[in-house]
């Protein structure tokens, strides 16, 4: 599941989960400096919600990025210790940062509107409520939430947030042309926040399109390193693409762990090339273990394995159905359509 274009400025809405609790970890990560420091500063003020917000922000940062569920379990745990009662703006926003985070929209929302009673002029929470009800496929909702920004947020902002809407909407080579044209319009911002946000959605938008190589071209452009949103949009790019192969330095070395969703495509990616089979048999481990666990909150990248890697029209339907039911982005209507194009050579096959 995926949400698929980027609020960075804030910082506060990214993908669901991609993280994976690894089979094996070859060594222990280094906790980042401002997480200890951040935890020794609560720790002396526990009773201060500004330094719980800064923590828990930079918890869910980590839990981006990192390849287990370890900080995502902090996460929780600090907002259980703490409470959710605190009316305060940076502590609310960061709750509802990892209620969206695991999914649960609903609950998310109902925190986000309770920083629009007190501002309703918010603009990270007015981004993150577009961004929720995008990916649940309620494109007038989020029209209404870029609509509200004005007067509250930049016009560069405002914009990209209707033009994503605008895509998908059914003007999505309208809405790619000026998107397009405003992003070249403002070179000036070529690395920042907002621009990597418009970069995304417009990797997006060239693949919807079928355009890969322009899709190959906006990520490149991108700030590095890239996040697992942008690097799975980079791989996508060109497995999607039938005349073209994933580039040598894109695979990783095999005695590295990625989360779920780099391995399946790396494995993927390592049959169409036909060389070696580390990356397959690491992702077949992977998926029989999300799918003995039932795991929900993986149910893209099953449905993903079941359909590209390893074909099985029952399992890749049923996952990609499972999928579909949390999140309705145009990515995942597309892999469920490529999951039930399966169906009929499955059931010829003798």
Same mark, same amino acid.
């Given at each position: ?14 993908? $669901? ?7 094996? !970890?070859?060594?222990?990560? +280094?906790?980042?400096?401002?997480? +200890?420091? &951040?935890? &020794? *500063? ?7 919600? =500004? ?15 990192? !390849?287990?569920? =370890? ?8 907002? &259980? ?18 209620? !969206?985070?695991? =999914?649960?929209? *609903?609950?998310?929302? @109902? ?27 309620? +494109? ?17 902002? %405002? ?17 790619? @042309? ?7 319009? !403002? $070179?000036?911002? *070529? ?14 938008? &060239? ?7 322009? *899709? ?8 590095? $390193?890239?996040?697992? %949103? ?16 994933? $580039? ?42 999300? %799918? ?5 909150? =993986? ?7 079941? +359909? ?43």
């Amino acid at each position: 599941m995926m949400l698929s274009a980027l609020i960075l400025m804030t910082g506060l809405i990214s993908a $669901p989960s991609d993280q994976s609790d690894v089979l094996w !970890q070859p060594e222990a990560a +280094t906790v980042p400096t401002d997480i +200890t420091q &951040a935890e &020794a *500063a609560l720790q002396k003020h526990p009773e201060n919600i =500004h330094l719980a917000s800064a923590l828990l922000t930079r918890y869910l940062r980590e839990a981006r990025i990192e !390849q287990g569920h =370890h900080y995502l379990n902090l996460a929780n745990k600090l907002i &259980a210790d703490v409470g959710s009662d605190h009316s305060q703006r940076d502590w609310l926003i960061a709750i509802a940062d990892t209620l !969206q985070y695991q =999914h649960q929209f *609903a609950e998310a929302r @109902t925190v986000l509107n309770r920083v629009l009673e007190e501002s309703p002029r918010d603009v990270q929470a007015q981004l993150m409520l577009a961004r929720i009800a995008l990916t649940l496929n309620e +494109t007038d909702n989020a029209k209404q939430h870029c609509t509200d920004l004005m007067g509250s947020a930049a016009l560069g902002v %405002v914009s990209t947030c209707l033009l994503e809407v605008q895509g998908r909407s059914g003007n999505l080579e309208r809405a790619y @042309t000026r998107l397009t044209q405003l992003h070249e319009q !403002q $070179p000036g911002q *070529a690395q920042s926040a907002i621009a990597h946000w418009r970069l995304q959605i417009l990797t997006e938008q &060239a693949l919807l399109l079928g355009d890969y190589q322009a *899709a190959q071209r906006w990520t490149a452009s991108m700030p590095t $390193p890239l996040n697992v %949103v942008d690097k799975k949009r980079r791989l996508d790019s060109y497995l999607w693409d039938t005349d073209a192969q994933v $580039p040598d330095a894109l695979m990783l070395d095999c005695k590295q762990t990625p989360v779920d969703s780099i391995t399946i495509r790396l494995a993927w990616a390592e049959k169409r090339n036909q060389e070696g089979h580390c990356w397959q048999d690491y992702a077949r481990e992977r998926m029989q273990l999300r %799918v003995m666990r039932d795991e929900k909150l =993986h149910s893209a990248d099953i449905a993903y394995y079941f +359909t590209y890697v390893e074909p099985d029209a029952e399992q890749a339907r049923y996952w990609a159905q499972q999928n579909i039911e949390v999140a309705q982005e145009p990515f995942d209507y597309r892999l469920l359509s490529a999951a039930n194009a399966l169906q009929p050579t499955q059931e010829s096959a003798p």
